[in-house]
């Protein structure tokens, strides 16, 4: 199987766990946790920030000094927004389950300059891109707008039969205004979940080119390189984002052998 390509390692307890060091890049940490009703799991942010993504459930989120009460309220990440709660360097937290709940810790460096705070459905912008079965659903978590030091989250979901992260595009040279450096995780899940989707990861030299097949639960790491995803017909396919790079800006360059593509769509 690619070093790029995780499969779940339980459904319960820690599921996910990617440090720069495991994936062999600088910024980008990534956990996922799976709690019973009940269950509660804390840590300490140190010298990194973390958005705290209720992927599914309800869940008490404490911060710092800040108690955000009980929040949550999608049971598949397939219906409506997510609740999350940022957290600056610095900070403990701690969740504690009310029901099952898929916990994302989503992590990159930071500092201790902001508060901990709430990012309810209300703050997250929703928007449509592409058209045809290029068309997919974006859920802005902690967009570039919003305060944070390296940190960028947000979800997609990609209806069966459609292609996302399309026309291939690749954020993997510090090289602004025309494009940034953004190492990428990219959290799956599948509905129903025995379909599959499709990632290729690919350089313009291919001296790295894999083809991944995407299962409900699986996580896809992108060190660099073009990225596109197509879901199965019949199987609709959300995924986590977490990009953190040198600047905070997403500036993506397309492959120029697709480009026209945009141009089409105009």
Request: contains cysteine.
């Amino acid at each position: 199987m690619s070093d790029l390509l995780l499969k779940p390692s339980a459904r319960e307890g820690r599921i996910h766990h990617v440090t720069p060091g495991s994936a062999g890049w600088t910024y980008v940490g990534f956990d996922l946790h799976g709690l019973r009703p009940g269950e509660g799991i804390e840590g300490e942010t140190g010298d990194r920030e973390v958005c705290l993504v209720l992927v599914t459930g309800r869940a008490r989120i404490l911060a710092g000094r800040r108690d955000f009460g009980v929040i949550g309220e999608r049971m598949t990440p397939f219906s409506g927004k997510p609740w999350s709660v940022y957290v600056p360097a610095g900070h403990p937290w701690r969740v504690e389950a009310e029901t099952g709940v898929e916990l994302a810790v989503c992590s990159a460096p930071g500092g201790g300059t902001f508060e901990p705070r709430l990012i309810g459905p209300d703050a997250v912008g929703a928007e449509t891109r592409g058209t045809g079965t290029n068309t997919r659903h974006v859920a802005n978590i902690l967009p570039e707008s919003a305060p944070a030091h390296s940190l960028l989250v947000v979800e997609v979901v990609t209806p069966g039969g459609h292609w996302s992260s399309y026309p291939p595009h690749k954020h993997d040279r510090d090289a602004l205004p025309h494009e940034s450096l953004l190492e990428e995780v990219y959290y799956h899940r599948i509905e129903p979940p025995q379909g599959y989707a499709l990632q290729r990861i690919y350089t313009d030299d291919r001296s790295l080119d894999e083809a991944l097949v995407l299962t409900d639960g699986s996580v896809s790491l992108v060190p660099r390189g073009y990225h596109p995803v197509g879901a199965a017909h019949g199987y609709d396919l959300y995924y986590l984002n977490v990009m953190a790079g040198p600047k905070r800006t997403w500036r993506f360059h397309n492959d120029p052998d697709h480009e026209w593509l945009t141009l089409k769509a105009r």
